[in-house]
């Protein structure tokens, strides 16, 4: 538990993995808008494609 706690101090103190962080984040926030814009188009096509099949004769 101690070893731990001096790699965790260490961690904290270290500055040099920020900016991998920073891009971590940068990266995470990007995909989340991604996903939400290709699901929400993928739910405008579904739309159009069932009101076109509707059209269609059997």
């Given at each position: 538990?101690?070893?731990?706690?001096?790699?965790?101090?260490?961690?904290?103190?270290?500055?040099?993995?920020?900016?991998?962080?920073?891009?971590?984040?940068?990266?995470?926030?990007?995909?989340?808008?991604?996903?939400?814009?290709?699901?929400?188009?993928g739910l405008?096509?579904?739309?159009?494609?069932?009101?076109?099949?509707?059209?269609?004769?059997?």
């Amino acid at each position: 538990m101690k070893f731990f706690l001096i790699r965790f101090k260490y961690l904290t103190r270290d500055t040099r993995g920020a900016t991998l962080v920073e891009y971590g984040v940068a990266l995470s926030l990007a995909m989340l808008v991604g996903v939400t814009a290709l699901t929400a188009l993928g739910l405008e096509i579904e739309d159009a494609i069932v009101a076109a099949q509707q059209e269609m004769p059997d």
